[in-house]
DNA sequence: TGACAGGAAAATA
DNA sequence: TATTTTCCTGTC
C-alpha cells in the first residue's frame, strides 16, 4: 500500500481561479461519482490519482497522491480551459430563453474523463441514482483497485483492466450489479484500449455507432462516455430530467433519441453543456 | 410492503 | 421500424 502523512507529502498547488468556476457543481453534478466531502475540501479519486481540492478566495487549490497529475492537466480534467463566455453566449444566441437557466447553473464545467473508467461508470448507471452507481464503483475498486493512503483518508484507485479481466465469479457476484452484470463482464472482457483510442478519436456519428455496439450502451450512456471522456461537447445524454427538462423548458416530449436529436440541433456544437445546465437546474 | 426510480436489450406488433 | 416488456437493486 502507497502512503501519505500530512506533512511529509501534502504538497498544495494553487491554480488562479477562473472566472465562472464552481468546483462543488463541477464534481457533483452527476458527471463524476466518486467524490466526498469534508470541511469544504473535495477528494476525487480518478484513475490512479487521489486528488484532493479546494477553493480559496483567489484560487484553487490541489494535492496529488498516486500518479502524478500536472497542474495543466488539472485544468484540462476539470473544463477550466473551456471558453465558457463563448459557450454561454452561444447558447443564449441560439436559444435566449436559456439565459435564466444559466443564471441558476453558473459554475458547472464538463469535465475530461478516461474512457475506460467512464464507460464502466455509466454502465454502472444503467437505471440507477448516483449513490448507487458509486457505492459499486467503490466496490469495485475495493476489490480490484490498489489500496492507497492519504492524509484524508485510505482509498482505492480504479482496476486496470487488465486486473478485471481476472476477477472470479464470486468479486463480481459481490458488486450486485443485477441485469448490467453481464454487460459489466463482456465489456471487461472485450476491452482493448486501443481500440477505445481509435474510437475515441473517430467522427460524432461513427463513434456513436462504435460505441452502441457495446453491450450495455444505449444512446444517452453512448453520449455519456462521449461527452465526459471523449471531448464531443456537441453530445447530449437525455436521461429522465433531461427529458422532464426539455418538456417543461421548451415543451419538447418523446423518445430519447428524438430528443436527443431534438437537443443538439437546438442547441448546437455545446449542446453538452445545455445539457449539464437542465440536469442541474431540473434536480437542485 | 408494495410502489417507485432508473436505461438497454429483446420480444412483439 | 416503432412500441412494449423484461431485467435487478435499492429506497421510502
Not at 182 to 197: A, I, L, Q, R, V
Not at 215 to 228: D, P, Q, T, W, Y
Not at 230 to 244: C, G, T, Y
Amino acid at each position: 500500500m502507497q502512503r501519505y502523512t500530512e506533512g511529509q507529502y501534502t504538497n498544495w498547488q494553487k491554480i488562479s481561479l477562473p472566472k465562472n468556476f464552481s468546483l462543488e457543481r463541477t464534481l457533483t453534478c452527476g458527471q463524476t461519482f466518486r467524490i466526498t466531502e469534508k470541511g469544504g475540501t473535495f477528494i476525487y479519486v480518478r484513475g490512479q490519482s487521489v486528488i484532493a481540492l479546494r477553493t480559496e478566495k483567489d484560487g484553487l487549490l490541489f494535492s496529488v497522491y498516486g500518479e502524478n497529475i500536472s497542474k495543466e492537466k488539472l485544468k484540462e480534467i476539470l473544463g477550466i480551459n473551456d471558453d465558457i463566455e463563448r459557450i454561454n453566449r452561444e447558447l443564449i444566441k441560439r436559444v435566449p430563453q436559456f439565459a435564466k437557466v444559466i443564471d441558476d447553473t453558473l459554475g458547472i464545467r464538463i469535465m475530461r474523463q478516461e474512457p475506460f473508467e467512464t464507460a464502466i461508470s455509466f454502465i454502472f448507471s444503467v437505471q440507477s441514482a448516483i449513490p448507487l452507481i458509486r457505492r459499486r464503483l467503490d466496490a469495485l475498486a475495493k476489490i480490484a483497485g490498489k489500496e492507497i493512503e492519504t492524509p484524508f483518508g485510505t482509498f482505492n484507485l480504479f482496476p486496470a483492466s487488465s486486473a478485471l479481466k481476472s476477477l472470479s465469479k464470486e468479486e463480481i457476484k459481490s458488486l450486485k450489479l443485477g441485469f448490467r452484470e453481464k454487460w459489466f463482464e463482456e465489456f471487461t472482457e472485450k476491452y482493448d484500449e486501443k481500440k477505445m483510442n481509435v474510437i475515441a478519436k473517430l467522427p460524432f456519428e461513427e463513434k456513436e455507432k462504435a460505441l452502441l455496439k457495446i453491450k450495455g450502451v444505449g444512446i444517452k450512456v453512448a453520449h455519456c462516455i462521449m461527452l465526459f471522456s471523449m471531448n464531443e461537447l456537441s453530445a447530449f445524454p437525455v436521461d429522465v430530467w433531461i427529458k422532464r427538462g426539455m418538456e417543461k423548458l421548451f415543451g419538447i416530449k418523446g423518445t430519447t433519441q428524438k430528443i436527443t436529436k431534438e437537443g443538439r440541433n437546438l442547441f448546437g456544437p455545446f449542446a453538452g453543456y445545455a445539457q449539464e445546465y437542465i440536469y442541474f437546474y431540473m434536480r437542485r
